[in-house]
């Protein structure tokens, strides 16, 4: 079992930073793809980045290539998404979860894992 905890949400205005961590603990996270999603108010769940366990290999959406960068420290079991340049469209609850595997998937139902989830609300 994994289980994982996020933190580091909260209110900022446009074009600012946040830097989300995700906390896990469980014996097989560091064998485990981990991504975070994001969840606006009334839309689904999207990916937004993941990294894969074994050699670190990154993948973003679209929508955040350029202004988010995911990073992991297996041996502190966290997981970060340094969020840059925020723009209002990424106001969501944003999900750390984690799968197990060296594969990193972007459909939420592929995910084993869940946090509970921190919200970003950017004002203008």
């Known amino acids: 079992q994994v289980q994982l905890v996020e933190s580091g949400g909260g209110l900022v205005q446009s074009g600012g930073s946040l830097r989300l961590t995700c906390a896990a603990s469980?014996?097989?996270?560091?064998?485990?793809?981990t991504g975070w999603f994001r969840q606006a108010p009334g839309k689904g769940r999207e990916f937004v980045a993941g990294?894969?366990?074994?050699?670190?290999?990154?993948a973003y959406a679209d929508s955040v290539k350029g202004r988010f960068t995911i990073s992991r420290d297996n041996a502190k079991n966290t997981v970060w998404l340094q969020m840059n340049s925020l723009k209002l469209e990424d106001t969501a609850v944003y999900y750390c979860?984690?799968?197990?595997?060296?594969?990193?998937?972007?459909?939420?139902?592929?995910?084993?894992?869940w946090g509970k989830g921190t919200l970003v609300t950017v004002s203008s």
């Open positions: 979860a984690a799968r197990g595997g060296d594969v990193m998937r972007i459909i939420p139902s592929d995910m084993d894992y």
């Open positions: 469980g014996h097989t996270f560091s064998s485990c793809a």
């Open positions: 990294v894969s366990w074994r050699r670190g290999y990154t």
